[in-house]
């Protein structure tokens, strides 16, 4: 979580837009037209229970917005909507998953978001506003938060698209000559790929309460784009699910590589011995120093034994291979 907190206020019409970027002591001016709250990074607890007052949230909200650990979920506080979701995204330096908790307040011409961390998600929609092109500026608070949790949702699907390119070198690599590591970062994977399923899940439910809700905030305009959003939510269940199916065959392949190598490893182990069978008995017998044994003191005995050994050894070889053992 960032140790600071920035906030920005962009009050906008369909003809005109004004954005605020109120510091600690500045208090927070007088809403003209739909107000959107832009909160990044939630370390100033001075300035969040400001905004609390503010607005008027009930404390409840402000808990769950500060307890970053929670589920994805709706709650209608009548006067407003409360939701959390979550976003995942790749460390740069350790590729390690990283989980980040977005909360939405949807109010009467309002619409607060918080982010963990400062971060560029939003970008677009500021870029849209400013531009003043489009349905956002002329729609009410419902279309502005489909805008902010299509944003979330697109996120996941670059995520998912870094997930499926990560999935495919891991294919190359077990197709190759897979090692244990191959096996840590399969299991890896697959943890991760849990997570994401784990936080997309009950976002179906509140795009789903969006679309079917009869809350005075949401319009019958705004649901079709909310069904859509749930539509979405379910083609990234969809590929999670078939990343989890080619995950599972790869970890089946990896042991079945390992297990084949093991064979091979121990078939020619079996080889070898099988070859030192006859030599060993070979070298037995003369090694049980009678004194009358054949050839013990002819002076090409000991020659004569190491030409029969190495004629058993390559003929030996050379069954096996006509027989394909190896």
């Avoid at 590591?181 to 890896?188: L, R």
């Avoid at 905030?217 to 199916?245: K, N």
Wanted: hydrophobic content about 45%.
């Amino acid at each position: 979580m960032t140790s600071h907190t920035r906030i920005s206020i962009i009050d906008f019409s369909e003809n005109a837009i004004q954005e605020y970027k109120p510091g600690e002591d500045e208090a927070i001016p007088v809403q003209e037209g739909l107000r959107w709250v832009n909160v990044e990074g939630l370390g100033d607890m001075q300035q969040l229970e400001k905004l609390s007052t503010v607005f008027g949230l009930h404390h409840l909200v402000m808990e769950d917005v500060l307890n970053t650990a929670h589920r994805p979920k709706i709650e209608d506080y009548e006067d407003y909507l409360f939701v959390v979701m979550k976003l995942f995204h790749y460390d740069n330096k350790s590729e390690n998953l990283q989980e980040e908790q977005l909360s939405f307040i949807l109010g009467s011409g309002l619409v607060i978001s918080f982010l963990e961390n400062a971060n560029d998600l939003f970008n677009p929609i500021k870029d849209h506003l400013a531009a003043g092109k489009g349905r956002l500026r002329r729609r009410g608070e419902g279309f502005l938060a489909h805008a902010l949790m299509d944003c979330v949702i697109d996120r996941y699907f670059l995520l998912l698209e870094t997930v499926g390119d990560r999935i495919e070198h891991l294919q190359e690599r077990v197709a190759g000559n897979p090692t244990p590591d191959v096996m840590i970062a399969i299991q890896n994977l697959r943890r991760e790929v849990f997570f994401i399923r784990k936080a997309l899940w009950p976002m179906r439910e509140i795009a789903s309460f969006f679309e079917k809700d009869d809350s005075p905030l949401l319009s019958d305009t705004i649901r079709p784009y909310f069904r859509d959003l749930h539509d979405h939510i379910i083609q990234l269940m969809d590929m999670l699910e078939s990343y989890r199916e080619i995950l599972s065959d790869m970890v089946e392949i990896y042991l079945s590589s390992v297990s084949n190598r093991t064979n091979e490893i121990m078939k020619v182990l079996t080889i070898i011995a099988t070859i030192f069978i006859p030599l060993t008995f070979i070298t037995g017998i003369y090694g049980m120093n009678f004194v009358h044994m054949p050839e013990l003191a002819w002076h090409w005995g000991y020659p004569l034994i190491w030409l029969v050994m190495f004629s058993v050894a390559a003929y030996m070889l050379n069954l096996f291979r006509r027989r394909k053992w190896f």
